[in-house]
């Protein structure tokens, strides 16, 4: 069986309509044996801008291949209804009825706190997306393989992204994502949440923490642990509202509340 690319241009075209309803249709999702990424990406071919991020959420080294990628991690870092995101998450592959397949690599799978899954493409421009007929029929195909798996996907433009508060809070947040915050701190910010109703202003959060820049410095690593939550989409000031993060507890193991 030959694997068949569609993001290359070809002269053969599959009907989409018939594709998807024959049973013949199946899929096969491939993950690293170790649950990282199934690219590292990093090679010597090429000739963009490429890293490694370390995310405190995700416990792990992530590869990225654009800025868009990157600068959506600080989403996933800094928002307290993510559990877990990796990127590179696995390889897709659709067989097809005529025996062909197509295979795809999304750039972001993200875990929620409410069990849902969400797969993320970034494109730097829109022109991307149909950039050809086989690429954007790969990305059909793709969206309704996942749909099937009860998973949703989404293709974000970083131009749409990339300059909006949004981003601007979550990079302040995740800045400080891997200051220390202890078991005992973890609890004493919880308790003061508690005792506010389950929302506090930023500036009172931080004094649970001890205050000041050291206290605001915790209570963001505190956000990407997922103990507070912060809407995005506000700017950080002391009045800013710090909500009880969905399942806070949890988050913090027995071993680190000693």
Not at 128 to 133: F, I, Y
Not at 215 to 241: C, E, F, H, Q, S
């Amino acid at each position: 069986m030959k694997t068949k690319f569609f993001d290359q241009s070809t002269d053969e075209k599959f009907d989409l309509e018939t594709a998807l309803l024959d049973a013949r249709t199946g899929i096969k999702i491939d993950v690293a044996v170790r649950g990282g990424p199934v690219r590292l990406i990093i090679n010597g071919r090429h000739h963009k801008p490429t890293g490694r991020y370390a995310s405190r959420k995700a416990g792990r080294s992530l590869p990225w291949e654009a800025t868009g990628e990157l600068t959506y991690f600080w989403l996933c870092e800094a928002d307290a209804e993510v559990a877990d995101y990796l990127s590179q998450p696995h390889r897709l592959t659709l067989r097809l009825p005529d025996g062909d397949s197509a295979v795809y690599y999304p750039d972001i799978r993200r875990d929620l706190v409410d069990g849902s899954v969400q797969i993320i493409e970034i494109k730097k421009h829109e022109n991307e997306v149909g950039r050809s007929a086989d690429y954007a029929l790969k990305l059909e195909l793709a969206r309704l393989a996942y749909e099937g798996l009860g998973w949703t996907f989404d293709i974000f433009v970083e131009d749409d992204f990339k300059n909006t508060r949004e981003v601007w809070t979550a990079e302040a947040i995740q800045r400080h994502r891997t200051v220390r915050v202890t078991g005992a701190e973890g609890y004493a910010l919880i308790e003061a949440l508690d005792r506010g109703g389950g929302v506090l202003p930023l500036a009172k959060a931080s004094e649970a923490l001890g205050g000041g820049p050291v206290g605001d410095a915790k209570l963001y690593a505190a956000i990407v642990m997922r103990l507070a939550w912060v809407d995005l989409t506000a700017a950080l000031n002391p009045n800013t509202p710090v909500r009880l993060a969905p399942e806070a507890v949890s988050t913090l193991p027995p071993t680190r509340l000693r």
